[in-house]
């Protein structure tokens, strides 16, 4: 079975760091565009930063300088390093991303792992 699960999230202080991990498993061929997404109570799932299999990337405004997005296309891993972390960045983050199988090329959503920013 094709799935993509998020691991990495916890509780931390502002200003401190962590990295969400996100593994394909399953007959996967290959990642195609992978991204991560976020969602707070009460708002819309939103992109946080993208990543095209050649490695070009893309941030949301409020996480640009902060947020790194990085893939390892042989063992089908996808990253997103998060510094200088704020109150603002709680929520769940999921992983999401097109992937190549015995099914074709489908887009999985990961079951999310919770962030909270707080002091």
């Known amino acids: 079975q094709v799935q993509l699960v998020e691991s990495g999230g916890g509780l931390v202080q502002p200003g401190e760091s962590l990295r969400l991990s996100c593994a394909a498993s399953?007959?996967?061929?290959?990642?195609?565009?992978m991204g991560w997404y976020r969602q707070a109570p009460g708002n819309q799932r939103e992109l946080v930063a993208g990543?095209?299999?050649?490695?070009?990337?893309n941030y949301a405004d409020s996480v640009k300088g902060r947020f790194t997005i990085s893939r390892d296309n042989v063992n089908n891993m996808v990253y997103l390093q998060m510094d200088s972390l704020k109150p603002e960045d709680t929520a769940v983050y999921y992983c999401?991303?097109?992937?190549?199988?015995?099914?074709?090329?489908?887009?999985?959503w990961g079951q999310g792992t919770q962030v909270t920013v707080s002091s």
């Open positions: 399953g007959s996967i061929f290959s990642m195609a565009r």
């Open positions: 990543i095209t299999i050649s490695g070009r990337t």
């Open positions: 999401n991303g097109d992937l190549h199988s015995g099914d074709g090329l489908r887009n999985y």
